[in-house]
Every structure is written in C-alpha cells, then in structure tokens.
C-alpha cells in the first residue's frame, strides 16, 4: 500500500514539472515573439532645438522578425501635443509598420521636453513598446518665479503677487499682450458641489516690458477673491514669435470677521456682508 501511494506521488510530481516545463516553454515562446517585433534603431529621438511655434516629426520604423503575423492594437501618445500615425496594423512576417510622430510644443513650453508614445500590440493590457522623444524649445526669456502663489488670500482683500522677466537673448526684447484669465473653484451653493467661476477685475501691470539683453522687470498681477476656495489662472506674455506663460494660484479663505450672506437657493449666489467686513 506504502509503495503504491509513493508511486502515485512520483507520477502526480512528474506531470507537474512537466506542465510547469510546458508553461515556461510556452511563455518564453510568447516573449520571443514579441521580442522580435521592433523598433530598427533607436526608439529614443532628440529632435534637437525647435522654435516654439514649430512642429517637427520622425518616422520610426517596426520590423516583425517573427515567424508569425503580429497585429498592433493602437499607438498612444502622452499628451494632445503630439500625433502618432500608424501606416499598417497586421504586419505579416518579415513585413514592416511605420509610425510618423509629430510634435508641436504647447503654449509657452520653454527648455527641454521629453514625450513617450506607447505602441500596444492587439488585446494585450501592457505596451509593447515605448517611444521616447525630446526637444529642447528655444526661448528669449527667462521668467522666476514660473508661477505666482497668492498666500493669505481672503475673501473681498486685494491681493499681489509677482514674478521677474528676464531677456536672455542678445538683442532688445519687447514683451507684448501680457494678460491674464484666473478661475475660482467654489462651493457657492453649500452644498459640496464645487463650480468654476470665472474672476473678474484681475489686473496685469505693466501692460508690456522694454528689455534691453540681460535686462529683467518685474510683472505684477492683483485680484480680489470673490468666493473662499481656490483660484487658478494663468499669465501670458508674447515676445515675437514666442509665448511666456506663468501660473498663478492660491487658497482663498474667508476674512477674519466677515460673514456670507446667502440669496435664494435658486440663484446660488453669494455676496460678502460688507457691514460685518473687518476695516
């Protein structure tokens, strides 16, 4: 009875290092058959110095050095800044796919970059591949702080805040169309539901900047809080043919001795109580 169930044992553990060998076999058939579908090259491109306003591409190139047909799913790129166009998604063996990748800086995007397009082979969760590209973007200012944080903001109280312009170019700058849009996020109905409003009155000083090469000024930006929340918003400033862009954002809270004054449920507004505002 003991030799017949040591022999059962023996059977039942052969079969399994058999089905675990079988396993591996075929999981390293799978990897081997991905990994001979690839990018000919390098999948990481340096575009080199671009302008900001330009759109610049590369073409990489899969070859499927596999035995068998390998279909590509989609081609995802990191951000709506960049296109990735895929000329062929079932790739018979020793055939070839293209994919054209073509980027434009967004807005105000100063110094180095890198994006990632991610190629997924069909109904696999995982990329197969990711594509790597960078840019350096040509700037002519150097702008510090890169955002302006408004600290102690409260409702109803002008509040400051700013950031300094600098020319790093070697010929006199103008810096033009300085404006700004700013948003409030706030619970105005009181009841946890937070709405974008957008803020009005915020000012920009100075209207345009004069620099000479090295040169640098200063931009200020004021607002008044309507509504304690959050406030996001962004400057932007046009040299030529470049764009500037700084952040502005800040908490608002309510001010020490003021009171909300709510109107009809319906309207959802809100008014400070300027009888009960600290002076």
């Known amino acids: 009875m003991k030799h017949a169930t040591m022999s059962a044992l023996l059977v039942l553990f052969a079969l399994t290092l058999t089905m675990g060998a079988q396993a591996q ?32 591409e590369h073409t990489f190139i899969f070859k499927n050095n596999c035995s068998e047909t390998i279909e590509v799913g989609s081609a995802r790129a990191s951000c709506g800044c960049t296109a990735a166009v895929l000329t062929e998604k079932v790739i018979p063996a020793g055939g070839e796919a293209k994919i054209q990748v073509k980027f434009t800086p967004p807005r105000g995007t100063r110094g ?20 790597r590209f960078s840019a350096k973007i040509k700037t002519d200012i150097d702008i510090q702080p890169q955002y302006i944080q408004l600290l102690g903001a409260e409702v109803g109280k002008a509040i400051t805040g700013k950031a ?22 706030a619970d105005t109905a009181g009841d946890g539901r937070t709405i974008a409003i957008p803020l009005e009155g915020a000012v920009v000083t100075p209207s345009s900047l004069e620099l000479a090469p090295g040169q640098s000024g200063d931009v200020s930006v004021t607002l008044v809080p309507q509504y304690p929340g959050q406030v996001n918003g962004a400057i932007r400033l046009v040299t030529g043919t470049n764009e500037g862009i700084i952040q502005v954002f800040g908490v608002v809270r309510e001010g020490v001795g003021a009171s909300l004054r709510r109107a009809a449920p319906e309207t959802g507004a809100v008014q400070l109580d300027s009888e009960k505002s600290t002076k």
Do not use: M, R
């Open 112 to 131: 180095k970059v890198t994006k990632t397009v991610s190629v997924y082979l069909k109904d696999e969760q995982k990329p197969h591949t990711i594509i």
């Open 164 to 185: 300094t312009v600098k020319n790093t170019s070697d010929k006199p700058l103008t810096v033009t169309g300085l404006s700004i849009n700013v948003t409030s996020y």
């Open 25 to 56: 076999t075929d999981e390293g058939n799978d990897a081997a058959e991905q990994q001979c579908f690839a990018i000919e090259g390098t999948s990481d491109y340096y575009f080199g110095e671009i302008d900001q306003n330009e759109t610049v």
